[in-house]
């Protein structure tokens, strides 16, 4: 069918004071149809509500892709800063994403656009990340004007599925606090605290070897919110009320989630695959509505922007490609749906798109392999052609889908905490360092976006170790000929093996300390060929688990030394195609940096340990302790 094109103008109304039940007034920039005169249309409009943490009037982020879009299009569009933020009111109420007030925030803003004369009273929000977080916040509070979501890239439960994975500090997010810390209003006008936090995010890379931090002397102290948040983060391993509250923590309140049509998207090398993968499937189980879940080969932001095919060093195709272009096509064609009862057909469609990564020749074009992909579809997740299959850890560094022996011998290493093993890209977002402003150039004109780069590669590298990359160090060798990573790996495969879904990895391990880390990886290894002599080592997923976290996230439960532990490291979701000729690859170690902060090995209580020890790490493979990762294959 077609879809409407531009058949108005656009007036804008700027910095609305909105209500709020507690009398706090947020910021609202309100996009209206208008004639060519400028005077804006009577309307009524469906209207779609996009709310903030990062600077409402940010053209390229928001109004662009939003605004300038859609209301054009005959919608009223309403950006708004969340409170705390940008020019809104509440200053000092603004904790990051643990914002107590975000669920009435949203109900209140969507109740009031709904009670003015330009609304027709269907509301849908859209939005990635934080704009995503507080859709779903908003929907756990059933504003009855609220129709419809799109929900991208957006975390569900932060605990375990952004900042403390696994029980480990998830490093990104010490990062991302700089983008929320440097603009707030409580050192808006504090010149000498910015400064102080500049020069922190622009020598990013060395403040994480400052790990662990004091209260009162981290690079956030100027801004206490932010400093109470890095220390929670930092110190709170134990899942408490703190972490449970709605906002973080989707899921033990989805019953209170409105039964309104949802798209959830994310992509392979977004930190929140798996938790767009959680609210699709917990929504499901409750809901009439139609919900839709799409995962592409995409990280954080690639599905959106100028649409590119490509993600870290890899190389996914055309179909990969969906940029602004697709996205608000897609998005253009939900909204007509539900907010105007246009025939789309969305709702026929299969609620699981899912792209397949692999395929492709392999060959090198402009720096990256091809390494191809498709799309598939399903009306369920997990998919339905899917079995869960144990793929054993043999000694000698084999995988294999067969039992090991009675008598096999164990794996095992040293993990030197002043040494770990780097992080050569992975699926993170808000892993930013500025670059430094020379003297003579005055910083007042240089917006601090334009300076940030990414501190790790959000997607997939080749994993070799290399002069830009935090942690590495000369000669430069493979992860897989460190003597602190266990490689397990497949003979090259005769037949194609196809996985997607979730995967966990169930180890027995010993350690001569109270506590370590297990990391699991899971890679493609394509074959040596002219362009990639020493092979392609892709890497897929990867996760961890603290081990004082063995028994659960209730409590600590230190280990003791030498004792043979049963563990499961679970990892996010993958769709994968394996090769003929590629090999299935398991990498276990016991550090990950800077995707994760290094056990000291100690057993200190979190974020408080005074020095480092050296760790044997044991990996059982005998038939009595079989360790292996359960793949999701797919049927043939």
Same mark, same amino acid.
Do not use: C, Q
């Given at each position: 069918m077609n879809l409407p094109g531009p058949t108005c103008g656009t007036v804008i109304a700027e910095n609305v004071m909105v209500p709020m039940r507690d009398g706090v007034r947020l910021a609202t920039d309100i996009y209206r149809p208008a004639a060519p005169d400028g005077t804006p249309l009577p309307g009524p409009y469906p209207t779609l509500v996009y709310r903030t943490s990062y600077d409402?009037?940010?053209?390229?982020? @928001?109004? =662009?892709? #939003?605004?300038? $879009?859609?209301?054009?299009?005959?919608?009223v569009c309403l950006l708004q800063d969340l409170r705390g933020r940008g020019r809104s009111e509440g200053k000092g109420q603004y904790f990051h994403v643990a914002n107590i007030n975000e669920g009435r925030d949203g109900y209140d803003t969507i109740e009031w656009a709904a009670a003015q004369p330009w609304c027709n009273g269907r509301i849908g929000m859209l939005g990635s990340s934080h704009m995503g977080i507080v859709q779903n916040a908003a929907a756990m509070e059933r504003p009855p004007h609220l129709k419809a979501l799109w929900v991208d890239v957006a975390p569900t439960k932060f605990f375990d599925g952004c900042a403390r994975e696994g029980g480990a500090q998830a490093l990104h997010m010490f990062g991302a606090l700089f983008l929320h810390g440097f603009d707030a209003q409580e050192i808006r006008d504090d010149m000498a605290a910015r400064k102080r936090l500049e020069t922190a995010v622009e020598t990013l890379r060395d403040q994480l070897y400052r790990i662990p931090f004091k209260p009162g @002397?981290?690079?956030?102290? /100027?801004?206490?919110? $932010? *400093? =109470?948040?890095?220390l929670r983060y930092q110190c709170n391993g134990v899942e408490d009320d703190w972490w449970r509250m709605p906002v973080m923590n989707l899921h033990p309140h989805i019953k209170r989630f409105a039964d309104i049509p949802v798209i959830l998207s994310s992509g392979w090398y977004d930190p929140f695959a798996l938790d767009m993968a959680r609210e699709f499937v917990d929504l499901v189980k409750q809901? &009439?509505?139609t919900t839709q879940l799409l995962l592409g080969p995409w990280n954080h932001g690639s599905m959106k922007g100028d649409g590119a095919s490509h993600v870290g060093e890899v190389e996914f195709g055309p179909e990969a490609a969906w940029g602004n272009a697709v996205y608000n096509r897609e998005r253009l064609r939900w909204f007509e749906r539900w907010l105007r009862d246009v025939p789309t057909g969305v709702e026929n *469609? /299969? /609620? #699981?798109?899912? $792209? #397949?990564?692999?395929?492709? !020749?392999? &060959?090198k074009s402009q720096g990256r392999i091809n390494h191809g992909g498709r799309w598939i579809e399903a009306r369920t997740w997990p998919l339905p052609d899917v079995t869960p299959t144990p793929w054993y850890l043999i000694s000698g560094g084999r995988l294999e889908p067969e039992e090991p022996s009675a008598e096999a011998e164990p794996a095992r290493?040293? @993990? !030197?905490? =002043? @040494?770990?093993v780097p992080t050569l890209g992975a699926a993170v977002t808000g892993f930013y360092e500025w670059s430094k402003v020379p003297d003579d150039v005055d910083r007042r004109y240089i917006h601090p976006r334009g300076r940030m780069r990414t501190l790790v590669p959000d997607g997939p590298l080749h994993q070799k170790e290399r002069p830009d990359q935090v942690g590495c160090r000369a000669p430069w060798p493979l992860l897989a000929e460190r003597p602190d990573v266990m490689v397990f790996q497949t003979e090259p495969l005769k037949a194609a093996v196809e996985i997607a879904g979730n995967m966990e990895a169930r180890l027995w391990v010993s350690s001569s300390q109270p506590d370590t880390d297990i990391t699991v990886k899971l890679l493609d290894v394509h074959p040596a060929s002219l362009d990639y002599p020493d092979s392609f080592h892709m890497p897929l997923v990867d996760s961890i688990l603290r081990l004082r976290f063995h028994g659960g996230f209730d409590k600590e439960r230190l280990l003791e030394p030498g004792k043979a532990y049963a563990i499961t490291v679970r990892l996010p979701p993958v769709a994968n195609l394996f090769a003929t000729g590629h090999r299935i690859r398991v990498d276990i170690a016991s550090s990950n940096f800077p995707r994760f902060d290094i056990n000291p090995g100690t057993g200190e209580p979190l974020g408080c340990h005074t020095h480092t020890v050296k760790t044997h790490n044991t990996l059982w493979l005998d038939r009595a302790r079989p360790s292996h990762i359960v793949l999701p294959i797919r049927k043939a």
């Open positions: 409402k009037s940010n053209a390229v982020a @928001h109004i =662009e892709p #939003v605004a300038r $879009f859609f209301t054009p299009r005959g919608y @002397h981290t690079p956030l102290t /100027p801004n206490p919110n $932010f *400093e =109470e948040l890095l809901n &009439k509505s *469609e /299969p /609620p #699981v798109r899912v $792209f #397949v990564m692999g395929g492709g !020749d392999g &060959k290493w040293v @993990h !030197d905490p =002043e @040494h770990p």
